[in-house]
């Protein structure tokens, strides 16, 4: 899930006391846990709204520039090395990444939150200035300054949801840039802490 497709979290109920009666409760089990919620999209949101997640940006070009933000970005093989990340179906990207051969992941530091919300924003000229990037490999769109940036073939694109699942092959990169890493974490971006 992007930052720019958080919501507010819900107000979530309050935990109720601890029942010495119940086999959950008191000093067996977890008297500080509320009432289990339904799944829904709401309880998702609250969830991970909890979850720190580092920050990227995937760009790709096609008949325009896209880009987009995302917490989603996971490693999954490293032989061969191959990446994942969400994207929504409704987004302004899609139509770029859904036809897309190659795509630039970059890694994004602390240094760079403006940069971050940029690419969350809807209706925003994600690549005009201050956005400073170059063309790389394959003619990936490549932002200036991150941490890392790797370019990625796309193999599969996999229905989830109201997303599409994005696995890519990292076909070259340069994981030696400037910058501590940035981390979503309860609706902002934060500078990670030791």
Request: glycine share 12%; aromatic share 4%.
């Amino acid at each position: 899930m992007s930052p720019a497709e958080n919501r507010t979290a819900p107000r979530l109920p309050s935990p109720s006391p601890p029942n010495s009666g119940s086999p959950h409760g008191g000093a067996e089990g977890n008297a500080d846990a509320g009432a289990p919620l339904d799944g829904s999209p709401e309880l998702l949101r609250a969830a991970f709204r909890r979850h720190p997640a580092g920050v990227a940006v995937i760009t790709a070009r096609g008949s325009r520039l896209a880009g987009f933000t995302a917490t989603s970005l996971t490693s999954v093989s490293a032989e061969p090395p191959l990446v994942s990340f969400g994207v929504g179906t409704a987004s302004s990207s899609w139509p770029v990444i859904a036809e897309a051969e190659h795509v630039g992941v970059h890694l994004l530091g602390e240094h760079q939150r403006e940069l971050a919300g940029t690419f969350a924003r809807g209706g925003a000229d994600r690549f005009a200035p201050p956005t400073r990037w170059r063309e790389g490999p394959e003619g990936v769109p490549l932002l200036e300054s991150v941490p890392v940036w790797l370019v990625c073939r796309v193999v599969a694109r996999v229905p989830a949801g109201d997303h599409r699942v994005v696995v890519a092959e990292v076909v070259a990169g340069d994981p030696a840039g400037p910058g501590r890493p940035l981390v979503h974490h309860d609706g902002r971006y934060n500078a990670l802490r030791d």
